[in-house]
C-alpha cells in the first residue's frame, strides 16, 4: 500500500521540470489571451480597433475554410523561403569568397558599409519603378535586406578559424582546397546558422512589408484588406497567422543550429 | 642536417623593435632528440616557428639537408602545446590523424593503416570514430601525436607539449615520444621549460638564455637508451645532469632579475 502510495509522488517528482518548462508559457499566453478577452469585454479596450481574442480565433477557424487563407498563406511562404534560400545562398557564397580573398574585401568594404544601413523598404519606391509590383519585388527587397545579415557574419565566420589550427594545416602542407573544407568552412558554420535565423526573420518582415504596401497577394494584403474593409478580428487573425509562421521557421532553424554547435563540441548546445 | 645559423628574430612593436631570439646556431642531428630548454619568455617559440618555416627570421637562416626552410617543409611535423585548437572539432579523430596523409601517391588502404597503427601506437584504437572533444585533454594530445606519428615526418618539431597535461599522462607521453624515436629514427626538436623533461628525453640539451635569446650551453646527455622514468632518473648522471641544468637556466633568470633590478 505504502508502495502504491509512494509511486505516483517520486514520478511527479521525476517530471516536474519537464511539466514546468512546458506549463509556464502556456500559463503565461493564456492570462495573456485571458486579459485581453476581459479588457475588451468590459470596453476598457474599444472593441470596434480590438476584438476579443475569442472572436479572432472564431475568425481565424472561419477563415480556413475561406479561399483566401490557403493561395495567400502559400504566396508568403514561398516567396519567403525563396528569399531566404537565394539571400543565404547568396551571402554564403559572396560572404567565402571575401573572407578568404582579403584585398577583394578590403576592396569592397566601403561599398558594403554603405549598402548594409540602407533600410530595404526606403528602396520601395525604386523597386515599383523598376520591378513592379509582382511576387519579384518583394523576393528582391527581402533578399536585399537578408543578404547582409547574411554575409558580414559568413565573412567574420570564414576568418574566425583559430591561428593553430591554420599553422596546423601549413605545418603538415595541408593544400589549399583542404585549409578551406577541413577549416574554414566548418569554422563558419556556427555563424552562418545565426545569421539564417536571423535572415528568416527578417525576410518575413520585408515580404509581409511589401505585400502591405505594394497590395501583392499574401498575407500582408490580407491583413491589409481586412482593415479597408472594417474586419479588425479577421486583421488579428492574419497577424497571428504570420506569427505563427515566423515561430515555425525559427524552430526548424533553431534545431539545425543546435545540432550544428553540438557535432563542433561547441557550448551552448543544449 | 638540421642547421641553424645566425638566426634573429625581431618583430616591429610600438616602442621600435622587440629582438626575440639574437644570434642562434646550432645543428641538430639526424635520428637525435634535440631539447631547447630555457626559461618562460625565452623565445623558445618564435624560434621554434622560424625552425618550422612557419615564420620568416629577420636574418640568419634555417637549413634543411642542405636547403633553405623559406616555408613548411613537406616533411616537418608539429605538435603544438594548444592540442584543443590544433585539433579539429568537427572532425573525427580517424579524420584528425587521416588529413595530412590525403595526398597524391597515398591509397585509401594506405592511409586506413597508417591511421590504424598510429592510433595503436598511441593507445587510441577504441576513439578513431570520436570527436576530439569527448576525449580527455591527455587523449587529445596522443591524437595529436599520432597523426604526427602517422605522417612520418623527417623532423618532429614539438613545442611544450605537454605542458598541460596531468603528470602520469606526462610521463606516458614522455615514454612514447621516446618510442617513436626508438622505432622510426625521426629528428624531434624538442622545446620545454621542464628541466627533467629535456634531460630524461634528449641526446642533447641547449639551455637558452631569455629575450633576445641566444644558446647558453649546449649539453650532451649521455645517459643509457632504452630510459625508464624510475631506472634512468635513479642514476646519479642524471641527478647531476639535472642539477647543472637547472643551475644554468636558474642563473639566467636570477642575471637578469638582477640586471633588471
Known amino acids: 500500500m505504502t508502495a502504491v502510495q509512494s509511486l505516483p509522488v517520486a514520478r511527479r517528482r521525476t517530471s516536474r521540470p519537464r511539466v514546468a518548462r512546458v506549463a509556464r508559457p502556456v500559463v503565461a499566453v493564456a492570462v495573456l489571451i485571458g486579459a485581453q478577452e476581459a479588457l475588451t469585454r468590459t470596453d476598457v479596450l474599444p472593441a470596434g480597433y480590438f476584438p476579443p481574442a475569442s472572436e479572432i480565433v472564431r475568425t481565424f477557424v472561419g477563415e480556413l475554410g475561406d479561399d483566401s487563407l490557403g493561395p495567400a498563406l502559400m504566396s508568403t511562404v514561398r516567396t519567403w523561403l525563396l528569399a531566404l534560400l537565394v539571400s543565404v545562398g547568396l551571402g554564403t557564397a559572396v560572404g567565402v569568397l571575401l573572407g578568404l580573398v582579403r584585398p577583394l574585401e578590403a576592396f569592397l568594404r566601403p561599398v558594403i558599409e554603405f549598402m548594409r544601413p540602407v533600410p530595404s523598404v526606403a528602396l520601395i519606391p525604386l523597386v515599383v519603378l523598376t520591378i513592379g509590383t509582382g511576387s519579384g519585388a518583394a523576393l528582391f527587397l527581402a533578399c536585399f535586406a537578408a543578404f547582409w545579415q547574411v554575409l558580414v557574419p559568413v565573412i567574420t565566420g570564414v576568418r574566425s578559424a583559430p591561428a593553430i589550427a591554420l599553422d596546423t594545416a601549413r605545418s603538415y602542407s595541408l593544400s589549399t582546397w583542404q585549409r578551406i573544407r577541413w577549416i574554414q568552412l566548418p569554422s563558419m558554420l556556427p555563424h552562418l546558422a545565426t545569421a539564417t535565423r536571423l535572415a528568416a526573420s527578417t525576410t518575413l518582415i520585408l515580404i509581409v512589408t511589401a505585400e502591405i504596401i505594394i497590395q501583392m497577394p499574401g498575407i500582408g494584403h490580407e491583413i491589409t484588406m481586412s482593415r479597408s474593409a472594417g474586419d479588425p478580428a479577421r486583421m488579428y487573425a492574419y497577424i497571428a497567422l504570420s506569427g505563427a509562421a515566423g515561430i515555425v521557421l525559427n524552430v526548424l532553424v533553431r534545431r539545425i543550429e543546435k545540432r550544428l554547435n553540438a557535432s563542433h563540441g561547441l557550448e551552448g548546445s543544449r | ?261
Open chain 2, 1 to 261: 642536417m638540421l642547421i641553424v645559423t645566425e638566426l634573429e628574430k625581431t618583430y616591429p612593436t610600438k616602442k621600435g623593435g622587440f629582438t626575440a631570439v639574437r644570434d642562434m646556431s646550432f645543428t641538430v642531428q639526424e635520428g637525435e632528440l634535440f631539447s631547447i630548454v630555457g626559461p618562460s619568455g625565452a623565445g623558445k617559440t618564435t624560434l621554434l616557428r622560424c625552425i618550422a618555416g612557419l615564420d620568416r627570421p629577420t636574418s640568419g637562416g634555417v637549413y634543411f639537408q642542405g636547403r633553405e626552410v623559406d616555408g613548411p617543409p613537406e616533411d616537418f611535423a608539429i605538435v603544438f602545446q594548444d592540442y584543443a585548437r590544433s585539433l579539429l572539432p568537427w572532425a573525427t579523430v580517424g579524420t584528425n590523424v587521416e588529413l595530412p596523409l590525403m595526398k597524391k601517391g597515398n591509397t585509401a588502404a594506405e592511409r586506413n593503416r597508417r591511421v590504424t597503427t598510429a592510433l595503436a601506437e598511441v593507445g587510441l584504437s577504441d576513439a578513431v570514430d570520436k570527436k576530439p572533444f569527448q576525449l580527455s585533454g591527455g587523449m587529445q594530445q596522443r591524437v595529436a601525436i599520432a597523426r604526427a606519428i602517422a605522417y612520418r615526418p623527417k623532423v618532429l618539431i614539438m613545442d611544450e607539449p605537454f605542458a598541460s597535461v596531468d603528470a602520469q599522462t606526462r610521463a606516458d607521453l614522455e615514454d612514447l615520444v621516446l618510442r617513436v624515436k626508438e622505432e622510426t629514427g625521426t629528428t624531434i626538436l624538442f622545446v620545454t621549460h621542464d628541466v627533467d623533461e629535456s634531460v630524461y628525453l634528449s641526446n642533447r640539451v641547449a639551455m637558452v638564455t631569455r629575450s633576445p635569446s641566444r644558446i647558453a650551453e649546449v649539453v650532451d646527455i649521455d645517459l643509457p637508451f632504452p630510459r625508464d622514468q624510475i631506472a634512468t632518473k635513479s642514476l646519479p648522471e642524471f641527478a647531476r645532469l639535472r642539477a647543472h641544468v637547472f643551475g644554468g637556466i636558474r642563473d639566467m633568470v636570477h642575471d637578469t632579475t638582477l640586471a633588471h633590478a
